[in-house]
């Protein structure tokens, strides 16, 4: 991995995370936890509508139009759209960057990141969030249900929150 490839990871990179021994523990848990997820549920929705906004704006048609082709799109396709988009314009944007950026490399990890975000947002809004008070320590739980043929089978999943 060269040096720009290591800093576009750097910039996008979800996966590192804090040591959770830094965290201080708070005394408001359930009302903070509650706040954090609204938050994050909010954030998302800034960033899915940012992403409608860049893609109107790439594909230059006017703002109705614009929303009509992106309001039912998941976000995913809007997403992959957005990448189509960049890779295809990237002449465009050539003036925007720095010299030495490689518009491909910054695009994959932007890319990359924003699934993440959808990713970590799922994690959080799709989970259980539970308070061990014999561990001191927040749980998520996620449980499905998968058919393999006639009967279903039920997976759970818990993974520790230091907080």
Same mark, same amino acid.
């Given at each position: 991995?060269?040096?720009?490839?290591?800093?576009?990871?750097?910039?996008?990179?979800?996966?590192?995370?804090?040591?959770?021994?830094?965290?201080?523990?708070?005394?408001?848990?359930?009302?903070?936890?509650?706040?954090?997820?609204?938050?994050?549920?909010?954030?998302?929705?800034?960033?899915?509508?940012?992403?409608?906004?860049?893609?109107?704006?790439?594909?230059?048609?006017?703002?109705?139009?614009?929303?009509?082709?992106?309001?039912?799109?998941?976000?995913?396709?809007?997403?992959?759209?957005?990448?189509?988009?960049?890779?295809?314009?990237?002449?465009?944007?050539?003036?925007? #960057?720095?010299? /030495?950026?490689? *518009?491909? !490399?910054?695009? +994959?990890?932007?890319? &990359? @990141?924003?699934?993440?975000?959808?990713? =970590?947002?799922?994690?959080?809004?799709?989970?259980?969030?539970? #308070?061990?008070? /014999?561990?001191? *320590?927040? !749980?998520?739980? +996620?449980?499905?249900? &998968? @058919?393999?043929?006639?009967?279903?089978? =039920?997976?759970?999943?818990?993974?520790?929150?230091?907080?």
């Amino acid at each position: 991995m060269n040096d720009i490839e290591k800093r576009y990871k750097s910039q996008f990179d979800f996966e590192e995370s804090p040591d959770p021994n830094t965290y201080e523990r708070n005394p408001n848990f359930p009302g903070e936890l509650q706040a954090a997820v609204g938050q994050i549920s909010i954030e998302f929705q800034s960033l899915e509508d940012t992403i409608s906004e860049v893609i109107i704006e790439l594909i230059e048609v006017e703002r109705d139009i614009g929303e009509i082709l992106t309001v039912e799109m998941s976000f995913k396709n809007k997403v992959n759209l957005l990448g189509s988009l960049l890779h295809k314009l990237k002449s465009k944007f050539r003036s925007s #960057f720095e010299s /030495d950026v490689d *518009q491909d !490399l910054y695009y +994959k990890y932007l890319i &990359k @990141a924003l699934f993440k975000c959808e990713e =970590l947002r799922n994690q959080t809004l799709h989970s259980t969030i539970a #308070f061990d008070i /014999d561990t001191n *320590q927040l !749980l998520r739980k +996620k449980t499905s249900s &998968k @058919a393999k043929k006639v009967f279903p089978k =039920l997976k759970m999943k818990s993974t520790s929150i230091i907080c």
